[in-house]
């Protein structure tokens, strides 16, 4: 199946720093989702983002998908911020796979 | 309130011993799954269903099984022929339209074997 590679594996920032994690995938996706999980569990869908820029209050998210990788953007990062961000893809099943995680550690 | 629930929050099993894993969902969408997450890793899918009374193996369905009786909810049954089943359990549902292509994720079930 597709290979989803997420970088870095553990990140720590200040509070106020600004952040960009990494997704590459080997294949071409028709879609692709980052996603955010908190300490305690809960997975909360950050972007649906197969191609182009969105932008979503301190968060943002590009994927070149000619070029096979996403980036998510994160501003004045906050405390609140810390957990494992995920990036899923989908490439044309109904399977979405997911990568390893980038474990984010914001201190105050 | 729209969303998914899975009950219970934790669970503890004993070896030999099957049990079932509720989701539930009030979101009108027609696709449900069931995903594994080991500590410090991904996702990875144990069964889907894209409509009522239909599902599919993902890629670790064995000691597992699903029904799919109604729309609204999409059990997991973890069976004793499960060799590892301590993990942490999350149920899912699909939106798909012209404008998106979601999953929305309930907040887990923690099953541990004793």
């Known amino acids: 199946g597709i290979q989803v590679e997420q970088s870095p594996p553990d990140l720590i920032l200040q509070e106020g720093a600004n952040s960009t994690l990494r997704c590459n995938f080997s294949?071409?996706?028709?879609?692709l989702q980052w996603f955010h999980q908190n300490p305690w569990g809960q997975l909360i869908n950050l972007f649906y983002i197969p191609s182009g820029t969105k932008q979503n209050g301190r968060l943002s998210a590009t994927t070149v998908a000619t070029e096979r990788y996403s980036l998510l953007y994160i501003s004045s990062s906050q405390t609140t911020d810390s957990g494992v961000y995920f990036c899923?893809?989908?490439?044309?099943?109904?399977?979405?796979?997911f990568g390893t995680g980038t474990r984010l550690t914001v201190i105050p | 309130d729209g969303g998914i629930t899975q009950s219970p929050k934790y669970l503890f099993r004993k070896e030999g011993q099957n049990v079932t894993l509720s989701c539930e969902q009030n979101?009108?969408?027609?696709?449900m799954y069931w995903y594994r997450q080991d500590p410090g890793q991904g996702l990875r899918l144990i069964y889907y269903?894209?409509?009522?009374?239909?599902?599919q193996k993902g890629d670790i369905a064995e000691g597992y099984s699903v029904s799919r009786e109604k729309k609204e909810s999409f059990p997991l049954t973890v069976t004793s022929a499960q060799k590892n089943p301590t993990a942490f359990y999350l149920c899912?549902?699909?939106?798909?339209?012209?404008?998106?292509?979601?999953?929305?994720f309930g907040p887990g079930t923690r099953l541990t074997v004793l």
């Open positions: 899912a549902s699909r939106l798909r339209d012209s404008s998106t292509d979601t999953q929305y």
């Open positions: 979101l009108n969408h027609d696709a």
């Open positions: 294949d071409s996706v028709n879609n």
């Open positions: 269903s894209q409509i009522v009374n239909d599902f």
């Open positions: 899923a893809v989908r490439t044309g099943a109904n399977n979405l796979f």
